[in-house]
């Protein structure tokens, strides 16, 4: 079992920069692939990015490629989401989320675990 909690959102002016933190319980995280998510209000959730167990391998939606990172410490059971260049169309809840079978998955219907989400709002 794995408990995932996400932290980091908050209001940022358009072109400002936020970064998310994914923290999980359970020792087996460091297996996941672990994913970002997010759903703005009236729209169905959409994925972001995604990244292998081990970081070596990540994906990214076009919509956020280039402006934002996904990246790990297995260490600390932590997973982050880097924003910069945020835009008006980035606001949502942001939910992490960990599958077992460690394929960066884009439906998240196939991921096993999800946060409660953060709030990002991005001002014009």
């Known amino acids: 079992q794995v408990q995932l909690v996400e932290s980091g959102g908050g209001l940022v002016q358009a072109g400002g920069s936020l970064r998310l933190s994914c923290a999980a319980s359970?020792?087996?995280?460091?297996?996941?692939?672990m994913g970002w998510f997010r759903q703005a209000p009236g729209k169905e959730r959409e994925f972001v990015a995604a990244?292998?167990?081990?970081?070596?391998?990540?994906y990214y939606a076009d919509s956020v490629k280039g402006r934002f990172t996904i990246s790990r410490e297995n260490a600390k059971n932590t997973g982050y989401l880097q924003m910069n260049s945020l835009k008006p169309e980035d606001t949502a809840i942001y939910y992490c989320?960990?599958?077992?079978?460690?394929?960066?998955?884009?439906?998240?219907?196939?991921?096993?675990?999800w946060g409660q989400g953060t709030q990002v709002t991005v001002s014009s």
């Open positions: 989320a960990a599958n077992r079978n460690n394929v960066l998955y884009i439906n998240g219907h196939l991921y096993d675990y």
């Open positions: 359970g020792r087996t995280f460091s297996s996941y692939a």
């Open positions: 990244i292998s167990s081990r970081g070596g391998g990540t």
